[in-house]
């Protein structure tokens, strides 16, 4: 399995900028994909971005333009990262990080980000 530690959450102003990191450890193979999804107060889980181990992209429309994704792979480090910029009150929720190998997933515990003048 894999165990997901999340940080980079807080209380930034609308038009601010924020970067969640995810570190990943345990049984990591040359397959997987990396990811962030979000859960704001009433709302289903929703797809943020995820980023392949070969480093192919995928964001949700929303966050086209504004959240840019990244990890890094080299010796003894998998983490990725979720850039957040330009950020609005509705972007508030739970950020989750999420790990999708061969057969299992693994997910975060979770970090708040509030958008909020």
């Known amino acids: 399995q894999v165990q997901l530690v999340e940080s980079g959450g807080g209380l930034v102003q609308p038009g601010g900028s924020l970067r969640l990191s995810c570190a990943a450890s345990?049984?990591?193979?040359?397959?997987?994909?990396m990811g962030w999804y979000r859960q704001a107060p009433g709302k289903q889980r929703e797809l943020v971005a995820f980023?392949?181990?070969?480093?192919?992209?995928?964001?949700a429309d929303s966050m086209k333009g504004r959240f840019t994704i990244s990890r890094d792979n080299t010796k003894n480090k998998n983490t990725v990262y979720l850039q957040m910029n330009s950020l609005k009150s509705e972007d508030t929720a739970v950020y989750y990080c999420?790990?999708?190998?061969?057969?299992?997933?693994?997910w975060g515990q979770g970090t708040q980000v509030t958008v909020s003048s």
């Open positions: 980023t392949t181990r070969g480093g192919s992209q995928n964001y």
């Open positions: 999420h790990f999708l190998g061969p057969n299992f997933e693994s």
């Open positions: 345990g049984s990591i193979n040359s397959s997987n994909v």
